[in-house]
Structure formats: structure tokens, C-alpha cells
């Protein structure tokens, strides 16, 4: 963020600063910035068993939902966590590994994915958990996994479910993806569309003139959706071309968000019930070592609304971000990169990103590297490490879910 030399000027009484005065000024400024700012209490969530686990929503009861590792690491569950106690979501068909990416809704319903025990006959790894199984969505619902069914295919995907009982995703269909052999995968991958379930009821959603693909991530209790499309649906994590919003649903068109100077790297993940729309957008690096990604792009952290994408940046240093989730307060938060990939968690509001770390005691022990989701009350839930465990077969085994709860002055 550019500063306006006017007010830098006024901040030190109008007289001719020198580069040791201008320093004193800011680092003054920075801390008034951080007496201001909102402190956290930090508490680290348990897991079944095993060694590592992340929180990625949370709902304004404080229900949090994520995943954990079992017992001796055998393989990995959807979890969610209510005052403190975590229940075990369990796997479609008892299947090795499930997961969730986004708040719970109030009645504490949780949607996801999870392999099945059979291999995807085209190879697909759709989850990305390195199985090679097959993947299904699913909704969570009063102790029962129902799985998401798929438009024909072999796969699918569940993300956000809202408050009216909707859940956004993708969902694979019969066709092979002509456009997966460009993007360096098979042509035997099938194509992916966005839709949304509800009902036992599974209705495509449309895509951007030209794109094959696309996949829905968040939806709010208006029916309002975003997410991306373009170009094979094993590209979609890493790669939209477009970020889109389908403002009425499945009923009426979709619209793209735009980028910030890049055609790819650009996807919604979250939209607020204001209709505020966070999410990554395409960049062009701005670091004269590169930014390691093809083309130099970059992505950072946006935040859109009414028809306008603003850049939200990086923390100091960093290169890339991501914001993945914002309340109706305005309050964003995610993650920001290093070029190095190191990643810190971060809140951004009131038109300033703020580093996570700063805000929790600094007895903690503990390093916050990624938030995933806030409440109306301001808590947050990510995953941190524990600095004192050295990882060797394990890469994560120092990866703990945590959750911030705000500290009143």
C-alpha cells in the first residue's frame, strides 16, 4: 500500500523529516496501530488421536468444523468441535479420508468430501488427498454422512452449505474434458461443473462463455453463490480463470468478479450476506525474482463488491495471498506468502492487513500459518505449528487446528 506523502509530512509537525526521524515516526505508528488493535486468547483444539489437524470454519455458536488425523495416522477424518469436544464425521462408504473447507451453518450441518474405498477408473486423484479413489461430497446432518451425487461421472465435490439447507460444490459429468491435455492432464478426465444440492435434488450451475469447467465454494442465506470457472476441473484449486458470482442462484446468469491484471489465478471463495465476495486474484508479480508461478503471475487477496475488485496485498515482504473468508462486520481473513511459500496467517479490516501473530501473547509458543474462518463475533479458526517438533516422515505432525477468541480491553 502506497503511502500519501502529504500525511506522512503531518505526521512529524510539518518539519523537514530526515530518514532517522521518519523511521521513529513510523515505528511510533505502527505501535498506536497496535494498541488498537483487537487481541486474541489462544486455544489449541485437540485431535482424535493423531498428530496433526486443521480448523477451517467456524459458526457464530462456535461450532467448528475441520479435519484430524487418527490414531497412529492412519488416515484422517471430517471433524467438528462443540465446546471444546470433537466428533468424529466419519467417511462416505468407509472410505480412508475425509475433509471439510468452510464454516458449519448454525443447526451445526457440515459439508465436504471423502474418498469411497473403489479407485477412479479414469486415475483421477478428485480430492487431491493422493489416494486415487474416488471422491464424493457430502452433507453432515444430525450424525448422518449422506453422500452428493455427481451428473453422471464418477466425482464429486460439496463446499459451503448455507443456513436453507443449500450446498454449493462441483460435480462430474459423463464427458471427457477436452481441455484437461493442455493443462498437463489426462484426456481421460472427465468434465466438472458447478452446482448446487438441495433436497437430494443436484442442478448445474452455468459457466463463463468458453469455459468447460467450473466449481462453486461458498453461498450465503440468500442463495448467492461464487466460486470459478474455466479450464479442467483438475486445475480448479490452483487455477480459475474466472471468478464468478451467480447472483441468483441456479436461477439466472453468472457474472465474472474480473481480475487484477492476470487471466488466471482468479477464485471466489466466500460471500458474507451483505454480498461482500473475497477470494484470490490474478496479479502480475511484483518481485524481481519472480514469483515462481508461470508467467511471473501472482495472485493476491481481493475484496469485491458492488462491481468493484479491491486489492487487499500482502503483509510486508510477502508475495502472494489469499483471503478465505469474511464476516458481515467486513472482517477478512487468510493467508499471505512468502516467496519461499512460508505462509502467515492474517485479519484484514478497516483497510489494513494485520499479521495474526501479533495479536495472540507472545508466550504462545505457538505460529499461526493460515486462517480459514471467522464468526459475527470475531473468533477465528485456522492451523498453526508447534516450533519445538521436528517432522521426518510426518511433513505436517507439527500442524494443530487452533481458535482465536477475542480478548475484551
Known sequence: MKRNPTIQVASIGLLIALPMSTQLAGQE???QQSARLQHYKL????????????????????????????????????????????????????????????????????????????????????CFFGTGLICLGFLWHDGVMTPMPTLGGNNSLAYQVNNRGQVVGVAETPMTDSTC?????????LE???????????????TISGDADGVGYGTNDRGQIVGSTGACNQAFPFSGLHAVLWPNGPNGGVIDLGNLGATTLNVAFY????????????????HSGGCGLPGDTAFHAFLWQDGAMTDLGTLPGDAVSWANNINSKS??????????????????????????????????NFFLAEAFGINERGEIVGFGVLPNITCTIDLFCNQRPYLLTPVRP
Open 331 to 364: 472482517q477478512a481473513v487468510g493467508t499471505s506468502f512468502d516467496a519461499l511459500g512460508n505462509s502467515r496467517a492474517f485479519i484484514w479490516q478497516d483497510g489494513v492487513m494485520t499479521d495474526l501473530n501479533r495479536l495472540i501473547p507472545a508466550d504462545s
Open 271 to 286: 460471500i458474507n450476506n451483505r454480498g461482500q465476495v473475497v477470494g484470490q486474484a490474478g496479479t502480475k508479480c511484483a
Open 43 to 126: 486455544t489449541v483444539l485437540s485431535t482424535l488421536g493423531g498428530q496433526h489437524g486443521d480448523a477451517v470454519g467456524i459458526n457464530n455458536r462456535a461450532q467448528v468444523a475441520g479435519f484430524s488425523e487418527l490414531p497412529q495416522d492412519t488416515g484422517g477424518h471430517a471433524v467438528l468441535w462443540t465446546k471444546g469436544v470433537i466428533t468424529d464425521l466419519g467417511s462416505v462408504q468407509g472410505g480412508p479420508l475425509s475433509t471439510t473447507f468452510t464454516n458449519p451453518n448454525e443447526r451445526g450441518d457440515v459439508s465436504g468430501m471423502s474418498n469411497t474405498p473403489n479407485p477412479d477408473p479414469n486415475g483421477e486423484d478428485f
Open 192 to 206: 466438472a461443473k458447478p452446482v448446487i444440492w438441495q433436497d437430494g435434488s443436484l442442478q448445474e450451475l452455468p
Open 29 to 31: 505508528l505502527r505501535q
Open 181 to 189: 491435455p493442455a493443462w498437463g492432464f489426462p484426456a481421460s478426465y
